[in-house]
């Protein structure tokens, strides 16, 4: 989101997440963006409000998908009957995150740098709801994302997101176009998947395929197991 425009109220989340059962309005990918229907004009007004994924949001700034559309779309989305992606785990299984050799269970916030939740997730009801925030090497904010849904300016992100993919039932990518931090979720078998090479306000963390979780280089986390923590790891 813009520093000059001021956050949604959560129960704005809420009901555009219940409006559009879970994803896209257009196509019912689960990570997503809030567009202004009416264009930003110093309010956010509910009405106006539609969850469109990056794609989407888009294609609606430049007129592709007109305000016509997007006002059926609110009232008649692509997941209205039920949600059509597989970000989901079942409520009678664990939510388990995996990052580099350290496993996460029931954990909400797996990792935490400085008293500020880095890497969240949750559920509601089947639905992973995802929660991240990467910053710049210099410590600006670059990527933020609250329960599936960018607040930062997508438009310097590039998101992909794909099912079946692989041995992977989701596969999440995240990168910055303009440097080389990324992260990477995949869900395999209803278990969170994470990889990635980010700055964390200075920190360089690097969770490696051989499952080493590395900070700075010199400190390695690995063979950490939570279960039911209210945080997993916390630098």
């Known amino acids: 989101m813009s520093k000059h425009r001021p956050p949604y109220p959560i129960e ?10 879970f994803g896209c309005a257009k196509c019912g990918v689960p990570i997503v963006t809030i567009h202004h229907i009416e264009g ?28 016509e559309e ?3 779309l609110k009232t008649n989305p692509f997941n209205e009957a039920s949600v059509k992606h597989k970000l989901q785990v ?5 939510i388990v995150v995996h990052i580099g050799g350290n496993t996460f269970v029931e954990t909400p916030v797996p990792l935490q ?4 939740p880095i890497i969240s997730v949750r559920r509601e009801g089947s639905e992973v709801l995802f929660s991240l925030t990467l910053y ?14 960018w607040e930062a300016d997508a438009s310097l992100v590039d998101v992909r997101y794909s099912e079946d993919t692989g041995n992977a039932d989701v596969w999440l990518s995240i990168k910055l176009e303009d440097s080389e931090p990324y992260i990477e979720v995949r869900v ?5 998947h994470l990889k990635g090479r980010f700055y964390l306000r200075g920190n360089l963390l690097d969770v490696r395929d051989d ?25």
């Not at 600006?140 to 849904?149: E, L, Q």
């Open 113 to 116: 740098l400085h008293g500020e």
């Open 211 to 235: 499952g080493s979780f590395v900070l700075n280089q010199q400190m390695y986390f690995r063979g950490i197991t939570a279960i039911k923590c209210g945080v997993g790891i916390a630098i």
């Open 136 to 149: 710049g090497k210099d410590g600006d904010t670059r990527v933020k994302m609250v329960d599936n849904v």
């Open 90 to 94: 079942s409520p009678a299984k664990d």
């Open 70 to 72: 997007l006002y059926v």
């Open 188 to 192: 395999i078998d209803g278990e969170l």
């Open 40 to 67: 930003y004009e110093g309010e956010h007004h509910l009405r106006e409000l539609i969850m469109l994924c990056k794609e989407h949001h888009s294609q609606a700034d430049q007129g592709l998908i007109t305000k």
């Open 12 to 21: 704005y989340y809420q009901a555009l997440r219940k409006e559009a059962n």
